[in-house]
């Protein structure tokens, strides 16, 4: 990691390596300063959802969505159900959101590897938008791969394509895939729910040996799984350019179509820095930024 920009927060323990390889807080906060241009657009006005690592990798992890005690002042934060929509009584959540590269440098300081968002914003006076994008998670089962989740990719992207919409792949940084279409924002969190769930319950009926649509991990046999319940209002999903809390140093990265060959693999931090350098922002390109 070689990038530099200016701090704003002090950075504790700096030294402490969160993976085995030696990458360190340090060199977190490094990779988030660098890519604060793209990833910033992508959590701008969501609520932020942390996958914490105090000891690395290799530790305990802590899955954080309020906004702890000793957050500093200018962090903005925001009282939100943490089931939007729902018609029962659901727990309010004050989460933190990322506006500018202070936040990500805090976050990183609190070991936050794992930054995760809802497919919807919050408006100006603090409601609850209609989601601007759709996700589909491909987790493939034991026995297969990312092989098989960029097959599945492409049947999910000719199917979308049927409702005149274009999918975009990024490739998860664990063991699989994402597909990212852009939506107008004219379609309720349950409804773009139930339209994902719909396609991937079809996909899976027409080719019952290489996809499924139902939880459990025995159905997954040499399948890839096609979660669809990641645009359900109260979750989230690793959000494009955050790093993962895997083995070794990973990113969400977008990837473009043409890329997605047999023997793809993910990439690491150092990968993306350098893509970005030579094609810039690829979720910018395909509509998947905020303007």
């Avoid at 992890?61 to 939100?80: I, S």
């Avoid at 040499?222 to 999903?237: E, H, L, P």
């Amino acid at each position: 990691m070689t990038a530099h920009v200016t701090a704003h927060v002090r950075i504790t323990h700096p030294e402490r390596a969160l993976f085995a390889t030696g990458f360190t807080k340090g060199d977190l906060v490094r990779y988030y300063r660098a890519v604060a241009d793209v990833i910033l657009p992508q959590l701008a006005d969501r609520p932020v959802t942390r996958i914490r690592f105090p000891e690395g990798v290799g530790g305990a992890r802590f899955f954080e969505k309020h906004t702890p005690t000793h957050a500093p002042e200018w962090l903005r934060r925001m009282p939100l159900s943490s089931n939007p929509g729902s018609t029962k009584p659901t727990k309010i959540v004050t989460y933190p959101f990322i506006d500018d590269v202070r936040g990500l440098e805090w976050m990183s300081n609190q070991s936050a590897i794992e930054l995760h968002t809802p497919q919807w914003r919050v408006g100006p006076r603090g409601g609850i938008r209609n989601p601007d994008r759709l996700v589909i998670d491909l987790d493939p089962g034991e026995g297969a791969g990312l092989d098989e989740c960029v097959a599945a990719a492409r049947l999910i992207r000719a199917r979308l394509a049927e409702d005149d919409l274009i999918a975009w792949p990024v490739t998860s940084g664990g063991k699989g895939l994402h597909l990212y279409a852009p939506l107008a924002g004219r379609r309720t969190s349950r409804a773009v729910h139930a339209y994902v769930g719909r396609i991937a319950k079809e996909l899976a009926a027409a080719h019952p040996d290489a996809l499924v649509a139902e939880v459990g991990k025995e159905k997954r046999m040499g399948r890839v799984f096609i979660d669809w319940s990641q645009n359900s209002a109260a979750r989230s999903t690793a959000t494009p350019y955050t790093m993962r809390g895997r083995a070794t140093p990973l990113v969400a990265a977008p990837r473009e179509w043409d890329e997605l060959e047999p023997g793809i693999t993910q990439l690491g931090p150092d990968d993306v820095l350098a893509r970005l350098e030579r094609d810039g922002d690829l979720m910018m390109r395909h509509g998947l930024t905020r303007g």
